[in-house]
């Protein structure tokens, strides 16, 4: 499989080339012309493709920068990588290249347009199918614009390849984009489109310039992969505190019950010491009934021992169920089963079971 024309490589040394500098005016109207922009007559490329550098680069050099018979600059750039500050660092680029024109002397007036194309392999805008958006300062109320010293556009390959509401022209660049690397790619009317394939069909034949974009795509390739893998870590980690969650409510909900049975018994224990407190007054005022009263104190005090061992039973209950899920969280950090014991007060066998 040939390496693609939206590897970063191949675009800059295809589009970069001062003598393919009509090849680039031609995708560069193609752009404006879909969005109802005025066109630009001729070009000149300030940021040249550069072999040498291209061998030496150890990042993306993606951008290739004109300028227009009338001054306007345009930077056109190819995106491999979705990067979730795309669209900031689009802005800043774009001022920038506005900013820096002003030098000493200039007054704001003389600042040229600027206007930048990113070509995206990916989708920017994934909650609408629009392949093409531009943007520009405008007033939000009528919409009108502010200025138009500043464009951009942002052409989403993937979504523009549908062909939906894009002219014929910028479609046809769109299918070069995404199918000239296959051996039965038929060319298009457009002219400059078959100039741009014969210039790529070149390059395909420089087998160094091709190393290099073939480290690029596997670069690429690992990029994606590791964006996968971090994904898959976030709902391993989300779903493991959705589990932790979902046992401290439990332990809260046990908590609760404890305290409902403490105020219970407490309650209990209050009807038992008025229950003495009438056998006490009973002593004194019924002295013939002291065997009946005998009688229902011994019941009274049995009744209190039952309660007191259900106290007991009910805190040893609570107290096995926070070391059963003490241990299930020392269980899943790996921890040895000895020293869950000796944390928890668990019996080994206790243990062992949790792990079936």
């Not at 009688?295 to 209950?317: C, F, K, P």
């Not at 107290?319 to 944390?343: F, G, P």
């Amino acid at each position: 499989m040939r390496i693609r024309v939206t590897n970063d490589v191949i675009f800059r040394a295809l589009f970069g080339n001062p003598a393919h500098k009509e090849v680039l005016l031609a995708l560069i109207n193609a752009v404006l012309g879909d969005s109802g922009s005025e066109l630009i007559r001729s070009i000149e490329i300030v940021s040249p493709y550069n072999l040498p550098e291209v061998y030496k680069a150890k990042e993306s050099i993606c951008d290739i920068k004109a300028i227009s018979e009338s001054g306007k600059i345009i930077d056109i750039e190819m995106q491999m990588l979705r990067k979730a500050d795309y669209i900031d660092r689009s802005i800043y680029y774009c001022a920038h290249n506005l900013s820096s024109q002003l030098e000493r002397g200039k007054s704001y007036g003389e600042l040229h347009q600027v206007i930048c194309i990113s070509i995206l392999d990916f989708e920017l805008f994934p909650d609408d199918e629009e392949p093409h958006h531009t943007a520009q300062m405008v007033d939000r109320i009528t919409g009108k614009p502010l200025s138009e010293k500043m464009a951009i556009h942002f052409l989403e390959l993937q979504k523009a390849e549908k062909y939906a509401n894009i002219t014929a022209e910028l479609a046809a660049w769109v299918r070069f984009f995404a199918h000239a690397h296959e051996e039965n790619y038929m060319e298009s009317a457009v002219s400059a489109i078959g100039e741009a394939h014969s210039f790529y069909l070149e390059l395909l034949n420089n087998t160094k310039l091709v190393g290099v974009a073939a480290d690029r795509e596997r670069a690429y390739r690992d990029w994606i992969s590791l964006i996968k893998n971090k994904e898959k870590d976030d709902k391993r980690i989300a779903e493991a505190k959705e589990k932790i969650a979902e046992d401290e409510k439990k332990i809260a909900e046990a908590e609760k019950k404890i305290a409902e049975d403490e105020k219970k018994i407490a309650e209990a224990e209050k009807e038992i010491a008025e229950g003495k407190k009438e056998i006490a007054e009973g002593k004194k005022e019924i002295a013939e009934g002291k065997k009946e009263i005998d009688l229902v104190r011994i019941q009274l005090e049995q009744e209190q021992a039952e309660l007191q061992i259900q106290r007991q039973t009910i805190e040893e209950q609570a107290r096995q169920e926070k070391a059963l899920e003490a241990a299930k969280k020392m269980l899943a950090l790996n921890m040895e089963t000895a020293t869950i014991s000796a944390v928890t007060g668990l019996s080994v066998s206790d243990i062992d079971a949790l792990k079936c």
